[in-house]
């Protein structure tokens, strides 16, 4: 008998190992378990399985008991893989236990396969990644980069998206990840829907930098925030570069590479994800026309902004101010 009672419903088997990061199994469950039709009927059906059902050890001071063996492997749709505490040994998982080598064979090849932080380095040694651009926690990215120098490692963003197979940087990344993949099967109404019911951000580019602590600058060496707090309020004028190196004093050439040393990206990535923020603000939060709202946040035409908006949000600045004044 199925252990997914619901035809309908995307089934989406989490599988999870002893040391298990708990925070980022729950949230598995939390988003795809808010994703609701037009009629408020579930559209995901989220499962539990562990290499063997019984008790699994966490990070934390409790353990969880999982009823599911691997067979729900077999049945799922989506499969997502959290980390564990077993990922950080001496050369974790190279090769793969038999018996989790065993149980991944039975993921169906037109599954879609997740990870979450190091549970990159499960899907690696598997070789499920050959060919992709992935990512993982930072702290683990140069032991990955070791391991599988072949593998195209990205450390520096969140999430990637390779069809088949995706990879998230970690913890609270995981969540932009799932987000992601609700926003692919259903729309954004529904991911932003999910998201204002977690009380989380509705998107986070999967190339956004990693919040990764990074030197302060030098006492007594020239910073670039004085820049950005100009550039913040002049969003309407469209600085660029040449204009903010010119209020921090510096040369373009310094003021980048000063600028990528304080905020992790460059000052074109910087503007670009100001003016965005900004135009989802006033949509959110003001009546005014798309295309004065496009004119304030910097984008110059309503056309520009539907443009940038598709990219990186999937959905035009209307339906996106549907969305959320229609849920307030």
């Given at each position: 008998m199925s252990i997914f009672g619901h035809p309908q419903r995307h089934p989406v088997a989490v599988l999870v190992r002893q040391g298990l990061l708990s925070f980022e199994a729950s949230a598995v469950h939390r988003l795809f378990g808010q994703a609701r039709d037009a009629d408020g009927e579930p559209l995901y059906e989220v499962r539990t399985c562990a290499l063997e059902p019984g008790r699994v050890r966490t990070d934390t001071d409790f353990e969880i008991l999982v009823d599911h063996g691997p067979e729900a492997l077999?049945?799922?749709?989506?499969?997502?893989?959290?980390a564990a505490d077993e990922d950080y040994g001496e050369r974790p998982h190279d090769p793969l236990a038999p018996d989790l080598a065993a149980a991944l064979g039975l993921i169906p090849a037109t599954a879609r396969v997740a990870s979450i932080c190091t549970g990159a380095f499960v899907l690696a040694a598997a070789g499920m990644l050959e060919g992709c651009r992935v990512t993982t926690h930072w702290r683990?990215?140069?032991?990955?980069?070791?391991?599988?120098?072949h593998i195209d490692l990205d450390p520096d963003v969140l999430y990637?998206?390779?069809?088949?197979?995706?990879t998230a940087a970690g913890v609270a990344s995981?969540?932009?990840?799932?987000?992601?993949?609700?926003?692919?099967?259903?729309?954004?109404?529904v991911a932003n829907e999910v998201a204002r019911g977690t009380v989380v951000p509705p998107h986070r580019e999967g190339g956004q930098a990693q919040y990764i602590r990074r030197p302060l600058p030098e006492p007594g060496r020239a910073a670039t925030a004085g820049a950005r707090a100009w550039a913040l309020e002049h969003l309407?004028?469209?600085?660029?570069?040449?204009?903010?190196?010119?209020?921090?004093?510096?040369?373009?050439r310094t003021f980048t590479r000063r600028f990528r040393e304080e905020t992790g990206m460059s000052p074109g990535r910087w503007l670009a994800?100001?003016?965005?923020?900004?135009a989802r603000r006033l949509l959110e939060g003001s009546d005014l026309a798309v295309?004065?709202?496009?004119?304030?946040?910097?984008?110059?035409?309503?056309?520009?902004?539907?443009q940038h908006m598709h990219q990186a949000l999937g959905v035009s600045p209307s339906a996106y101010r549907r969305t959320f004044r229609g849920s307030a």
């Open positions: 077999a049945e799922a749709a989506t499969v997502v893989l959290p683990s990215a140069r032991y990955f980069r070791s391991m599988y120098p990637t998206d390779n069809g088949r197979h995706l995981g969540i932009d990840l799932c987000l992601h993949m609700i926003r692919c099967d259903h729309g954004a109404a309407e004028e469209q600085p660029g570069l040449r204009e903010m190196a010119d209020r921090a004093a510096m040369s373009v994800e100001q003016r965005l923020d900004l295309d004065r709202i496009a004119e304030r946040a910097g984008f110059g035409t309503g056309t520009s902004l539907r």
